[in-house]
């Protein structure tokens, strides 16, 4: 007979939660160092210290679930990787305040601490059973993120030196896109097409479109990242193709939520809906404001995006993670999540998007309280797995 | 075999889970199994299966999924039963 699931194959909550809780740290920091500073160095407190830490925060819990292999020491592999990216990224970002050469320091920390967690997931994933649009898209995604890696040591040790060359300034938005629209935006394709049709009831997209999103971006990354080296024509040419490749992987995905069961609304929806709203912007904005481009693809796109998955994956991680331990009694995922509140942390961020890609000090306050809120918000669902994680298992007093 | 049908199609995570963990409570081998009617792969369920000692067979049919769970000893009998609703 059925004896109860006392056992799960999926990594303890407390790896991911590292990830998380280093995500919130960063954001705070960048809100209080737009109060003074909004070059590239504090652009990065965003692009690793939050949207990467939360992509390595879900990555490795999507992994054993989506793709059916696992870290074998979860927790030690999220401490690894998590410490040297960590200081790694506190002492890239000072060294531009304080010492430049402090920059070569920081530089290792980030290839060890990224390299080794992105060489290891790339590893796991091709050794994965099966795979999907989803797993692909993660494989092209990881080894984007290790190019981009690679490059940002180049230029980052080169700045370090004092020696900028004249590879400095060709390497650097090829850096750039490889980061934003091979790491970042292929892993968001990749993640979605798994939680909208899971947390948003609508059916799946065709397994086709999703692979020929997959696919046809990928390629146009390679394209983008090589044409370049041919000429500056063939680089513009790749590159629009790509943002207008985002734009249609925006609209079948607009509209796959628009084909939900349930006409639920509800402030997570409204996140994606921006997130993905914002890449129709990105053609435009490329000719005319660079920075602009910049806000609106990283706040605008990635980090709507990512907010909305924290809202849903933090709450079910937490029900899944202490149900599985044989608890019934537990609130629900909507009774851990205030809507008022993540509704209102959803206009703080758009405000503070705005405002960023403007007159970036005014966006200071409002993306310190972006990020007190969200942090507030999920505080609850955390709280209540470590409640339960206190209590006894009613399996064990069987 | 007695079919328990568990349509998950419209419901919300963490319904789906619960319901079919619920109904494979009262899943007997040789008796029954779990045929569960969803919109993707209920890949976090499947995962919970393996230390369970609880199989499962998936057939996509168009934009459905249907996930058969049975015990080990049964696997023939449910091969056979799904072959000949499909035909
Ligand atoms: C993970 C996501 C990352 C994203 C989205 C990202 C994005 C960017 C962007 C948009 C720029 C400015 C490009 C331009 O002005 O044309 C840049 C510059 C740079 N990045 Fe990254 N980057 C990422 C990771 C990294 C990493 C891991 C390193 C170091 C190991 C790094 C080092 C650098 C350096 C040194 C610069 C030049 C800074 C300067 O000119 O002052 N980046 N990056």
């Given at each position: 007979m059925f004896q109860g699931v006392s056992l799960d194959q999926a990594p303890p909550f407390e790896a991911p939660l590292l990830f998380f809780l280093g995500a919130l740290f960063f954001g705070l920091l960048g809100g209080f160092a737009l109060f003074f500073d909004s070059s590239i160095a504090?652009?990065?407190l965003f692009t690793i210290g939050v949207l990467m830490m939360v992509m390595f925060g879900a990555l490795q819990q999507m992994l054993p679930v989506v793709v059916g292999v696992k870290f074998e020491h979860p927790f030690k592999a999220a401490l690894l990787a998590f410490f040297p990216i960590f200081f790694g990224l506190v002492l890239f970002w000072s060294a531009f305040w304080l010492k430049l050469s402090l920059l070569l320091v920081g530089v290792s920390l980030l290839l060890i601490g990224i390299g080794g967690f992105g060489l290891v997931t790339l590893f796991k994933l091709f050794k994965a059973p099966y795979t999907s649009p989803t797993v692909i898209a993660m494989r092209l995604s990881l080894l984007f993120l290790l190019l981009a890696l690679l490059l940002g040591a180049h230029l980052g040790s080169s700045l370090g030196l004092m020696k900028v060359g004249k590879s400095f300034e060709l390497l650097l938005p090829i850096h750039a896109l490889l980061a934003g629209f091979g790491w970042i935006g292929l892993l968001i394709v990749g993640v979605s097409f798994q939680v909208i049709p899971m947390f948003y009831v609508t059916p799946e997209m065709e397994e086709k479109k999703r692979k020929l999103l997959v696919y046809a971006l990928g390629f146009l990354v390679v394209l983008s990242t090589i044409a370049p080296f041919i000429h500056p024509k063939a680089a513009l040419i790749a590159f629009i193709t790509l943002l207008f490749g985002y734009l249609l992987y925006a609209l079948?995905?607009?509209?796959?939520?628009?084909?939900?069961?349930?006409?639920?609304?509800?402030?997570?929806?409204?996140?994606?809906?921006?997130?993905l709203g914002s890449l129709f912007f990105l053609p435009m904005l490329f000719f005319f404001d660079p920075q602009a481009f910049a806000i609106v693809g990283i706040f605008g796109f990635a980090m709507s995006v990512v907010f909305g998955m924290l809202y849903k994956i933090?709450?079910?991680?937490?029900?899944?993670?202490?149900?599985?331990?044989?608890?019934?009694?537990?609130?629900?995922?909507?009774?851990?999540?205030?809507?008022?509140?993540?509704?209102?942390?959803?206009?703080?961020?758009?405000?503070?998007?705005?405002?960023?890609?403007?007159?970036?000090?005014?966006?200071?306050?409002?993306?310190?309280?972006?990020?007190?809120?969200?942090?507030?918000?999920?505080?609850?669902?955390?709280?209540?797995?470590?409640?339960?994680?206190?209590?006894?298992?009613?399996?064990?007093?069987? | 075999m007695r079919e328990i049908v568990v349509d998950t199609r419209e419901f919300e995570p963490p319904a789906p889970m619960q319901m079919v963990l619920s109904e494979l409570q009262s899943m007997l081998p040789n008796q029954s199994f779990v045929h569960q009617i969803h919109r993707m792969e209920p890949t976090m369920l499947f995962n919970r299966l393996k230390p369970m000692g609880i199989e499962f067979i998936v057939r996509k049919d168009g934009e459905e999924y249907h996930i058969y769970y049975f015990y080990p000893e049964d696997r023939a009998k449910i091969q056979e039963l799904i072959d000949v609703s499909r035909r």
């Open positions: 504090t652009l990065h079948l995905t607009l509209r796959q939520l628009q084909r939900r069961k349930r006409a639920l609304k509800e402030p997570t929806i409204l996140f994606w809906q921006i997130g933090i709450p079910f991680l937490a029900w899944f993670h202490i149900s599985s331990r044989g608890f019934f009694d537990m609130p629900t995922m909507k009774e851990m999540i205030s809507e008022k509140l993540a509704l209102i942390q959803l206009f703080t961020h758009i405000a503070a998007t705005l405002l960023l890609a403007i007159q970036p000090p005014l966006a200071a306050p409002l993306t310190i309280l972006s990020f007190l809120l969200l942090g507030f918000n999920l505080l609850r669902p955390v709280r209540i797995y470590f409640d339960y994680k206190k209590r006894p298992s009613p399996f064990e007093m069987r | -």
